[in-house]
Structure formats: structure tokens, C-alpha cells
């Protein structure tokens, strides 16, 4: 079986993706970050987040992440920096949530309407 060769930079094509089990998943984010020499103080969870991520963009037009992605790019930020802020969405997001809070109703609804107003600069604000 030939392995999947993730790379943030480039559009993954969603059918691929969704074929691999979440193993697989994690695995070749993993190896594309010890390809570019990045060093991560966690990178199994790094990897975890970019592939919620990834997953989110693969649901197409039935979810937000991939417009939202495609405008982060539209905005200036290569797709890893994309990949990352909305990340950063979803990790405050999901603490946010163990912790207890958020509405208990819907419990996304504030996940999806902070992705719509992420932006490239208020993801550079936050990251600089």
C-alpha cells in the first residue's frame, strides 16, 4: 500500500483523505512536519489538530472550514498559516467545551461563527 505524502501547502484532495483511518491521518501530518524540519513542543497534538482540521475542509461545502480556508488564502496566509488559525479556532473552541462551557444547545454554533470572522489579520494579531 502506497503512503499518503500529506503536505500542508497543498490542497488535499478530499476522497484520498477520507480514505485513510484517523492513524493514517495523523500519521502523515506528523511526517510532513519532521520533513520541514519543524519542531513542535507537542506534535502528536499538533497533528491531531491539523487532521480535525483537515477532516472539516474534506466535508466540502457541508461544513464552513474549507470557505473559510480558502479566504484565510484569498487573504494572504499560505494554507499551513490557514490550517493553523483555524486550528487555533477550534482548540479554544474545544477547551472551551471540556471545561464546560459553551451552549449546551448547539454546541458548535460558536465554533462556526468564530471561523467566519477569523481573518488573516486577526489570525497575525493573535499570533504575533
Given at each position: 500500500?502506497?503512503?499518503?505524502?500529506?503536505?500542508?501547502?497543498?490542497?488535499?484532495?478530499?476522497?484520498d483523505w477520507?480514505?485513510?483511518?484517523?492513524?493514517?491521518?495523523?500519521?502523515?501530518?506528523?511526517?510532513?512536519?519532521?520533513?520541514?524540519?519543524?519542531?513542535?513542543?507537542?506534535?502528536?497534538?499538533?497533528?491531531?489538530?491539523?487532521?480535525?482540521?483537515?477532516?472539516?475542509?474534506?466535508?466540502?461545502?457541508?461544513?464552513?472550514?474549507?470557505?473559510?480556508?480558502?479566504?484565510?488564502?484569498?487573504?494572504?496566509?499560505?494554507?499551513?498559516?490557514?490550517?493553523?488559525?483555524?486550528?487555533?479556532?477550534?482548540?479554544?473552541?474545544?477547551?472551551?467545551?471540556?471545561?464546560g462551557g459553551?451552549?449546551?444547545?448547539?454546541?458548535?454554533?460558536?465554533?462556526?461563527?468564530?471561523?467566519?470572522?477569523?481573518?488573516?489579520?486577526?489570525?497575525?494579531?493573535?499570533?504575533?
Amino acid at each position: 500500500m502506497e503512503i499518503f505524502r500529506y503536505d500542508a501547502q497543498a490542497p488535499v484532495n478530499s476522497e484520498d483523505w477520507l480514505k485513510l483511518d484517523e492513524y493514517e491521518r495523523i500519521d502523515s501530518v506528523t511526517r510532513y512536519h519532521r520533513r520541514q524540519r519543524i519542531r513542535l513542543p507537542d506534535e502528536h497534538l499538533h497533528a491531531l489538530i491539523h487532521v480535525i482540521v483537515e477532516n472539516q475542509v474534506a466535508l466540502g461545502d457541508t461544513f464552513v472550514a474549507k470557505g473559510v480556508l480558502l479566504r484565510l488564502v484569498r487573504e494572504g496566509l499560505d494554507r499551513h498559516e490557514a490550517i493553523h488559525a483555524i486550528g487555533s479556532v477550534l482548540a479554544d473552541h474545544s477547551s472551551v467545551l471540556m471545561s464546560g462551557g459553551g451552549a449546551k444547545d448547539d454546541p458548535n454554533a460558536e465554533y462556526i461563527s468564530k471561523l467566519k470572522s477569523l481573518t488573516a489579520e486577526s489570525w497575525r494579531n493573535l499570533a504575533s
